[in-house]
């Protein structure tokens, strides 16, 4: 089956940075858009970015300027280079992808990771 697996949170001081990274694996045929999504304490989730197969993007205006959405094709990989990070970007960040399984016909499912923690405190 598909999965998607997150890394690279962790702890970070305000001002500091972060970079994400997601990687699909499984029976894929395509990968149409991928992103990035968050949950704070107490919050929905929320969407952070995405970037399609050709690299448009897309961005949350709290994170507009600051957060970086990219992808490389051949590793099935997506990053969100996280700048000047501050409180309210604590959250579980989730990596979401829109994506063709093998064998799977000509439809799209979505798949999320599990999830990975980023921290800023002092």
């Known amino acids: 089956q598909v999965r998607l697996v997150e890394s690279g949170g962790g702890l970070v001081q305000p001002g500091g940075s972060l970079r994400l990274s997601c990687t699909a694996s499984?029976?894929?045929?395509?990968?149409?858009?991928m992103g990035w999504y968050r949950q704070g304490p107490g919050k929905e989730r929320e969407l952070v970015a995405t970037?399609?197969?050709?690299?448009?993007?897309n961005y949350a205006d709290s994170v507009k300027g600051r957060f970086t959405i990219s992808r490389d094709n051949a590793k099935n990989t997506v990053y969100l280079q996280m700048n000047s990070l501050t409180p309210e970007d604590t959250a579980v960040y989730y990596c979401?992808?829109?994506?063709?399984?093998?064998?799977?016909?000509?439809?799209?499912?979505?798949?999320w990771g599990q999830g990975t923690q980023v921290t800023v405190s002092s």
């Open positions: 970037i399609t197969s050709g690299g448009s993007t």
């Open positions: 979401n992808a829109d994506l063709r399984e093998r064998y799977g016909g000509w439809y799209a499912r979505n798949y």
């Open positions: 499984g029976s894929i045929f395509s990968i149409n858009t």
